[in-house]
């Protein structure tokens, strides 16, 4: 298309019009538009379905004209998947939906909208199957209303799945009918159903009846209008209140054949936004009085199956605690009952509905309450504040979880079992509930992976919609309520609360409560930093001087964060007093006065109240020897981070190889649960046979830049040494690996795509044996070689057909090699089940003449790889080096040409290339079959190409660490070397046991190497 040519002077006039529009059209004011409901619904639980009718009247409150309506039909999301949740689920790493059966999955149909007796005119979403668009026979005028009616069939999914469904003739029946998506300043917000981002929907009232078999015991939204039901009910609670005592865990009992009779439950209630309905033969109930602060008393239910009978015994006392806790907090309960129901739950814990909430299952009486008292607080946090849960999911699930934490602070801060439970988290460390808040959310900050908690639900990593959406927003909650004081936080919440009840608040009104002019401390910094951006916190304690004049000590601090935030002082005096004070945020830097020469320490947030990316800059002692150092502690292993003391980490090495024999050792390093900006792991160990001392160590040092192409660099030295052999005397192999590791920003934190660049030195020394000939001994002498590589890797790990790409490129002397490998994994249509690819080539450049110190390295590319005698750069760790005559021979890495038969063939200077296929075989076993297809020539030889293959089965002992392989078949050519070379332990191919390789990846299975690296580990998001 060719380039537009603008007249200059038209451009101008044309943009002063659009800016003069713009600043004359006021934004729309807060509206808010009705829906009012009649439902009926029966049913059928021989085919697992419900057939309903659905009259619905709409109210336009806005002030525009709507030619055409918006409906969700969330039940089409378990049609396929393809859908926002098929797609959804896999980006959770959930494969159960995509391999579903299709008698398993669920839709809606039989669809026919109308009004008054009017067909209309409907189409799903070109993109959404859940999502409908209805156009209206005439428009509909600000102010107006219209009925829209539709009959609606529902074939109910199985019930863990997500959230809809069914477990036998149990039912759990969310999101099920037709609903007008919201209308608001913002316009449409119909959006498709997900796990992971919740709703949005209109209030209004619900008139809903339901159709059953007359034994069905259910729990709904709304008040029940049949009183003979609510009898049965009652004396159901009284029954199971006065066996209280004798309930237990039944995990096998019999469910009732439905009744022929039916019947018809009608339910109904205003100010609320959605409904839903609980059916099980086999429910018990328990129901209890609750008496509200104000003196107002509701019902709180429990409805659970035999086989979480024992636990759930005390449930509506959990219901009640929680109806208490947040009408002292939030204001008070307005409806009538608040139920719990236990039920399969494919989508987190626990789900909330308005007066209602289903549990998944708990495993302790402690869970099971958190759980109860989290999603019943949901009836505030989305049941009377409509938040717009997709779009802003930190005001629903972050506030909640803030008032969760506060619940637990006041009832488990000294129960036995959760300080247990702390300490096993985090040890130590003081304030510990507030450490395991955060260490879910600063795990992604330290690796530059974090995100806003102002961030969509649908563009919010996974692991992010946990650490930042849920636990930041906590966190800095309750940091926010310490500083403005516990009086006028609740206050300001209470206010917003009462104020935007029934409504639907956006973040703009909960800040302009906080931030209104008569409020003597601003939190602008809360609202504008640590909501809507990214921007971290991190003060640090400069220097601390006394100045003889003023007879005070000038503690100097430093902000080195981006947010401006207040901040906790605590100074410590030689006497062992304390004090501590807020101080107001600041840009650079301040000086804090302090008027006593009995000055100790100070320290910044002692209590672990704010957010600080790096807490080892927050304390200075008054020490002429380090000052900014903390005392030092050890600890076993690993924690959490303890911003008053320097902890070394430490454990046991009880280690061996066959050079080294015993090789025992100990561990030391001082990487907590998070990653720190520098970091060390040493491991030294000593040979008892040798006589020698060995080990690794790993030292880095991180960079995250705040933007650009580059997420995290980390700038790191590898050391290692172990035994080689010791034939006539010990030899032993140094290897020194500086090295760069840049990881490149994905701008999709929701895709798992990963590329890194390294830029590595390897340092390799190794002794090896020489015969003098005038001493008539062996001397041991060493060879160096210094050996740098370039290696680029992308790793998409998706769930389904993941695929991983490295690309190398070493230099050694005059020598270039070049390699390259793909390994792609084609998911069959059963879980975990599949057929791996890989991909090998590589080419060698200028290689090296004979008597080259690089040419007696056996640097060449090798069909089968790497062994413990073919391991030139010491890239792996090996039971035993240089061994040829025993099982730990065997041994290999799968590299290069991939092959599971060891060969003395395709060990070239020239090129190699290799295809490995393993596939799973039908049944829960862990077994494959492989197939290797080797190609390579030597250099300068005469021969054509030369083929090579192998085929066979693998036992897989633990994936991607100990696997078997038995090699069937084998070339002609590989078999003649054996028979040339009848004494070679691995060239014996005749006994079959000499034929089975393994291996076995210490890398893995060894902590020293995942330690520093735990991000790969957690995932990819």
């Known amino acids: 298309m060719p380039k537009p040519k603008y007249n200059f002077l038209l451009v101008i006039f044309l943009w002063g019009i659009c800016l003069n529009v713009s600043a004359t059209d006021p934004p729309k004011s807060y509206f808010q538009q009705r829906t009012d409901y009649l439902i009926t619904v029966q049913l059928d639980d021989n085919n697992h379905s419900l057939y309903g009718q659905l009259a619905v009247v709409y109210t336009n409150n806005s002030p525009d004209t709507l030619s055409l309506l918006w409906f969700h039909l969330w039940p089409n999301a378990y049609k396929n998947s393809t859908t926002g949740l098929g797609k959804q689920k896999l980006l959770l790493r959930n494969t159960d939906f995509y391999f579903l059966n299709d008698s398993a999955r669920g839709y809606m149909d039989s669809l026919d909208f109308s009004a008054n007796g009017e067909k209309l005119v409907w189409k799903q979403d070109s993109v959404y199957i859940d999502i409908c668009s209805v156009l209206l026979p005439k428009p509909l005028l600000p102010g107006d209303s219209i009925l829209i009616e539709t009959p609606f069939r529902v074939f109910l999914p199985d019930a863990g799945i997500s959230r809809l469904g069914h477990a036998g003739q149990a039912y759990y029946i969310t999101q099920w009918f037709p609903k007008p998506a919201v209308y608001d300043r913002e316009g449409w917000h119909a959006f498709p159903y997900l796990d992971m981002g919740e709703f949005y929907s209109e209030f209004g009232s619900f008139d809903v009846s339901i159709t059953l078999p007359k034994n069905y015991v259910v729990a709904a939204t709304g008040r029940l209008q049949n009183e003979d039901e609510r009898i049965w009910l009652l004396s159901m609670a009284a029954s199971s209140k006065l066996h209280r005592n004798s309930l237990i865990n039944l995990k096998d009992y019999e469910v009732p054949v439905s009744s022929t009779e039916f019947k018809t439950l009608r339910y109904v209630q205003d100010s609320i936004h959605d409904f839903a309905w609980f059916a099980d033969k086999s429910f018990k109930v328990m129901m209890d009085e609750v008496t509200l602060p104000s003196g107002k008393k509701t019902e709180a239910w429990a409805f659970f199956t035999p086989a979480q009978a024992g636990l759930w015994k005390e449930a509506t006392l959990y219901v009640n605690k929680a109806l208490v806790f947040y009408s002292e907090h939030a204001g008070e309960y307005p409806y009538e009952h608040a139920t719990a129901v236990e039920g399969v739950l494919g989508a987190g814990g626990g789900m909330e509905y308005p007066m209602i909430t289903m549990i998944g299952e708990s495993g302790s009486l402690m869970g099971l309450e958190t759980v109860i008292m989290h999603e019943v607080g949901h ?129 703009g009104d909960l800040a302009e409560v906080f931030m209104r002019d008569s409020l003597a401390k601003k939190t602008s910094w809360f609202f504008n930093d640590l909501v809507k951006t990214d921007k971290a916190i991190d003060y640090k304690i400069r220097s601390a001087t006394f100045d003889p004049e003023s007879k005070v000590v000038k503690i100097k601090l430093i902000n080195k964060g981006k947010i401006p935030a207040p ?64 005392p030092l502690k050890f600890r076993f292993f690993t924690g959490a981070e303890y911003a008053g003391k320097t902890i070394l980490y430490w454990a046991p090495v009880p280690a061996w190889n066959g050079v080294d024999g015993f090789n025992p050792g100990v561990f030391l390093s001082n990487y907590s649960y998070l990653p720190k900006k520098f970091g060390f792991v040493l491991m030294p160990t000593y040979s008892f046979r040798q006589g020698m001392i060995g080990g690794m160590a790993n030292m880095t040092y991180r960079i995250h830049p705040a933007s650009g192409a580059i997420r995290h660099i980390n700038v790191k030295v590898a050391a290692q040494s172990f035994g080689l052999g010791n034939i006539s005397i010990p030899t032993r192999y140094y290897t020194v690996v500086p090295q760069v590791n840049m990881q490149f920003r994905n701008n999709n934190p929701q895709v798992p795509d990963k590329h890194t660049l390294s830029l590595r030195l390897h340092q390799i020394t190794r002794d090896y044996e020489d015969y003098n000939m005038a001493a008539e001994m062996y001397q041991k002498k060493s060879r160096t070689l210094s050996i740098p590589e370039m290696v680029w890797e992308y790793n998409n790990n998706r769930v389904i057909n993941p695929v991983k790409t490295i690309v190398s490129v070493q230099n050694a002397g005059e020598m270039l090699r070049a390699s390259g490998e793909v390994n792609y994994f084609i998911n069959y249509n059963a879980k975990k089940k599949g057929l791996k690819v890989r991909f090998f080539a590589g080419k060698i450049f200028n290689p090296p003449a004979a008597g080259d110190k690089y040419a007696s390295e056996n640097l060449t590319f090798k069909l089968s790889g790497n062994s413990p005698t073919d391991d030139p750069m010491f890239n792996n760790l090996y039971l035993a080096r240089s061994s040829s005559n025993s099982w730990m021979c065997l041994q290999t890495d799968g590299s290069e040409g991939g092959f599971k038969v060891y060969t003395i063939l395709g060990k070239t200077w020239n090129w190699l290339s290799a295809v490995n296929l393993e596939t799973t075989l039908p049944g829960k076993n862990p077994v494959k079959a492989f197939v290797d297809i080797g190609a390579y020539q030597h250099n300068n030889s005469p021969n054509p190409i030369e083929f090579q293959a192998d085929a066979g089965v693998m036992l897989t002992v633990i994936p991607q660490v100990f696997e078997i392989y038995f090699p069937i078949l084998i070339s002609k050519q590989i078999s003649e070397t054996g028979e040339l070379n009848p004494g070679n332990y691995r060239l014996n191919y005749d006994n079959l046991l000499h034929r089975i390789r393994f291996s076995f990846n210490f890398r893995l299975a060894n902590p020293y190497h995942w330690y520093p690296r735990m991000e790969e580990f957690i995932g990819n998001f």
């Open 567 to 630: 901040m906790q002082f605590a100074i410590t005096r030689v006497d062992g007093s304390l004090s501590k004070e807020w101080i107001e945020g600041f840009r650079r830097k301040t000086v804090v006065e302090v008027g006593s020469p009995s000055f100790a320490s100070a320290t910044i947030d002692p209590d672990y109240l704010m957010p600080d990316v790096n807490r080892s800059n927050n304390y200075y002692r008054n020490s002429f020897l380090l000052p900014k150092t903390e």
């Open 379 to 507: 009836n505030w946090f989305m049941g009377m504040l409509g938040f717009n849960e997709r779009e802003h999911p930190w005001l629903d699930e972050g506030i909640n979880s803030f008032y969760e934490f506060l619940y637990m602070q006041k009832y488990f801060l000294n129960s036995a079992s959760y300080i247990a439970g702390m300490e096993i988290i985090t040890g130590e460390v003081p304030f510990a509930q507030r450490a395991e808040r955060e260490m879910a959310y600063m795990y992604q900050k330290r690796y530059n992976k974090s995100q806003p908690m102002e961030v969509t639900s649908d563009s919010c990593s996974p692991i992010n919609y946990i650490g930042v959406i849920y636990e930041k927003s906590a966190f800095v909650f309750d940091y926010l309520r310490h500083y403005l004081g516990n009086q006028l936080f609740d206050s300001l919440m209470m206010d917003f609360n009462n104020t935007w009840r029934f409504k639907h608040p956006e973040p």
